[in-house]
């Protein structure tokens, strides 16, 4: 009858019901959703296996990189903007990118070139130590070339050098051209050398003129420079 199909014509099919409207009295059970909650996002938990995976991960903020001298010379690419340490012995430190630096030469100690040319700069503190120019202080190998450019690093900078307890050879000709130059005429104010106990600058080389022990050429007067607790040793024959 008409009206019993009017009374149909209300209904949805329980097969595939289609609803309009505000539709009330469906539980989450009867649609197959019995675990389904209208919860938030900032309040939905997050599952075994998501926190598992989450647990491997490092948080971006905090990424430490650690590298040898090596690693960063045959760096290319997107270099890490922060916290990055290199893991040599005797030259750990933290390093930074200085992007507006293109020219300034490759010293080991306080700046590294990369494969593609970026400079690579050591965070410094109050002085430089000798040990990150490469110096070994074994008492066999000639520290000399390195210990020059440690010497000369740190007076660009106006800072002390800081050479650690060992025996640093020099054997190297000690021809002004090649040997460590200390400019002392008392225009110098940081600059100076310090070491420790046991700290000794050895060489065979014959010192003249104003040449110490073929290791420092001296130029005017020791004003300005500072050399503390460094041993001298000349075992010319």
């Known amino acids: 009858s008409t009206a019993q199909q009017a009374a149909l014509d209300l209904k949805a099919n329980l097969a595939s019901p289609t609803f309009t409207g505000t539709v009330s009295g469906i539980t989450k059970a009867m649609v197959g959703l019995p675990n389904t909650d209208n919860t938030s996002d900032v309040n939905k938990p997050v599952s075994i296996a998501q926190q598992a995976a989450l647990d491997l ?6 990424i430490i990189y650690k590298y040898t001298i090596a690693q960063i010379r045959a760096f290319t690419g997107t270099f890490p903007s922060t916290n990055v340490f290199t893991t040599n012995i005797n030259q750990e430190g933290e ?5 507006t630096d293109t020219t300034t030469s490759d010293d080991t100690g306080t700046v590294l070139v ?9 965070y410094l503190g109050n002085r430089l130590n000798a ?3 490469g110096v070994v202080g074994n008492g066999v190998t000639d520290d000399q070339p390195a210990l020059n450019t440690a010497v000369l690093k740190a007076y660009s900078l106006n800072m002390k050098l800081f050479i650690p307890k060992g025996i640093y050879q020099i054997i190297s000709s000690a021809r002004t051209s090649e040997g460590i130059y200390i400019n002392g005429d008392g ?3 940081g600059f100076g050398l310090e070491g420790e ?3 000794i600058l050895r060489t065979s080389n ?4 104003t040449t ?5 050429v001296l130029y005017y007067t020791f004003n300005g420079v500072k050399i503390k607790n460094i041993t001298f040793q000349n075992t010319h024959g």
Do not use: M, P
């Open 95 to 99: 390093w930074y990118y200085d992007s």
């Open 114 to 122: 990369t494969a593609d040319g970026k400079r690579i700069k050591r």
């Open 57 to 62: 991960k490092a948080n971006l903020a905090v």
């Open 206 to 209: 014959v010192g003249t003129g």
């Open 212 to 216: 110490l022990f073929g290791i420092l």
């Open 187 to 189: 225009r110098v104010e």
């Open 131 to 133: 040990r990150w120019f």
């Open 197 to 199: 106990e046991g700290t």
